[in-house]
T-cell receptor, first 114, second 114 residues
């Protein structure tokens, strides 16, 4: 079964450093998402991306965050200057198209900011 | 915006018995309600979903019911097995063409006692 793949699985970074989390969505999918989950809390929406632009973002997704689809396969989340409170599991997700299709999640990238 | 409440936060069930998890949502415009299962260290995996034009949906041992008037929906797992032990999240979304943003509940840790 096709799946969303994410790298790295775990990254430790110093506060203030830039981090790039990478995702390869399912190949024929057109809608891409980033969600995050702080340890022990619920999954929270960060941003959605379609047709090479952000379609919606949450209040969490401030100027320190950016997303990019640099080629036909990768979808990246960049955090410019990490803060301690950015420590979380970040999930990439993708969806084929149309209304009501399943959103598939990757296994996550665990980011620890020290 | 949408707010999803989920109960209980933890649930222990004897193997073979049924488990019920309940969610309420606030936005009457929401019309898509998926349930995700999250195993330790993995991403959320869709197990069943329901749309607002349907009151109930069943897939083998798993069923979901939706009451749009009361704005609540429930997950029912029958004949529970040890492999059902996981964290379960409900979510809600207002379907627009293509771009659903999921709002998740706080999760239920289900433990099946052998």
């Amino acid at each position: 079964e096709p799946e969303v793949t994410q790298t790295p699985s775990h990254q430790v970074t110093q506060m203030g450093q830039e981090v790039i989390l990478r995702c390869v969505p399912i190949s024929n999918h057109l809608y891409f998402y980033w969600y995050r989950q702080i340890l022990g809390q619920k999954v929270e929406f960060l941003v959605s991306f379609y047709n090479n632009e952000i379609s919606e973002k949450s209040e969490i997704f401030d100027d320190q965050f950016s997303v990019e689809r640099p080629d036909g396969s990768n979808f990246t989340l960049k955090i410019r200057s990490t803060k301690l409170e950015d420590s979380a599991m970040y999930f990439c997700a993708s969806k084929f198209t149309g209304t009501g299709n399943t959103i598939y999640f990757g296994e996550g990238s665990w980011l620890t900011v020290v | 915006g949408e707010n999803v409440e989920q109960h209980p936060s933890t649930l222990s069930v004897q193997e073979g018995d049924s488990a019920v998890i309940k969610c309420t949502y606030s936005d009457s415009a929401s019309n898509y309600f998926p349930w995700y299962k999250q195993e330790l260290g993995k991403g959320p995996q869709l197990i069943i979903d329901i749309r607002s034009n349907v009151g109930e949906k069943k897939d083998q041992r798993i069923a979901v019911t939706l009451n749009k008037t009361a704005k609540h929906f429930s997950l029912h797992i029958t004949e529970t097995q040890p492999e059902d032990s996981a964290v379960y999240f409900c979510a809600a979304s207002g379907l627009r063409f293509g771009n659903e943003k999921l709002t998740f509940g706080t999760g239920t840790r289900l433990t099946i006692i052998p």
